[in-house]
């Protein structure tokens, strides 16, 4: 009745998802990807968090704060939409993006080592940005190590246990959290409407 997908790699995935709305099977993306990819392949529409949006507002937060160089931990570098937040991010004070991004890998000793290893080549460093839970835990871990919990200006998306508890105690500021449940639930209920109403107007849909 209907296919809900994340676009991870546009490149790698428009093949296969296209097949989907060759076949008039009603489709709508969600979390990973842009509203333009989404369009471009032909779905109902994207429930996500704009990446570049989302990065820009907490790079706005860390120039308030006095931030003027930051380090961006990628954990998902394989994805090109990955970017976009540490675009958005570097943005805001005004630096360059490309030379603060971290292709940190998904293994969390390894990217507690890149991290350490970064900090330790640029001191005057002022703030850290990762990408959700699994650069997070990691680089939490090596701001403790090297005596900086608390001190660096510290912010991430995404939320978990490990999140919450380094905000209580004040080694992360915030934590950019785009709603997973709800990307499910909605998108979910879009396809319902979409079947239910007999239409794939965005418009009716949302008015339903």
């Not at 003027?68 to 993006?97: I, M, W």
Request: aromatic share 8%; hydrophobic share 40%; charged share 20%.
């Amino acid at each position: 009745d209907g296919v809900i997908v994340t676009i991870a790699d546009y490149d790698v995935l428009k093949g296969s998802i296209g097949k989907v709305t060759e076949k008039h099977i009603p489709l709508v993306t969600i979390n990973s990807g842009t509203e333009q990819q989404s369009a471009d392949l032909g779905a109902i529409m994207h429930i996500g968090q704009p990446e570049y949006a989302a990065g820009k507002a907490a790079g706005e937060k860390a120039k308030a704060a006095g931030v003027k160089s930051f380090l961006c931990v990628n954990h998902y570098a394989t994805n090109p939409a990955s970017f976009q937040p540490c675009r958005g991010f570097a943005e805001a004070p005004g630096v360059d993006f490309k030379t603060s991004t971290l292709d940190a890998g998904t293994d969390p000793t390894g990217i507690q080592s890149k991290v350490s290893a970064y900090l330790r080549n640029h001191p005057d460093t002022g703030g850290v940005l990762a990408l959700g839970p699994l650069s997070a835990a990691p680089t939490i871990k090596a701001l403790q190590q090297m005596g900086l919990a608390g001190k660096l200006w510290f912010a991430t998306f995404d939320f978990d246990d490990d999140i919450a508890k380094a905000i209580k105690d004040g080694t992360i500021k915030f934590a950019i959290d785009q709603q997973p449940y709800l990307q499910g639930y909605i998108a979910v209920a879009v396809l319902a409407i979409a079947k239910h109403d007999h239409t794939t107007d965005p418009v009716k849909i949302r008015q339903a």
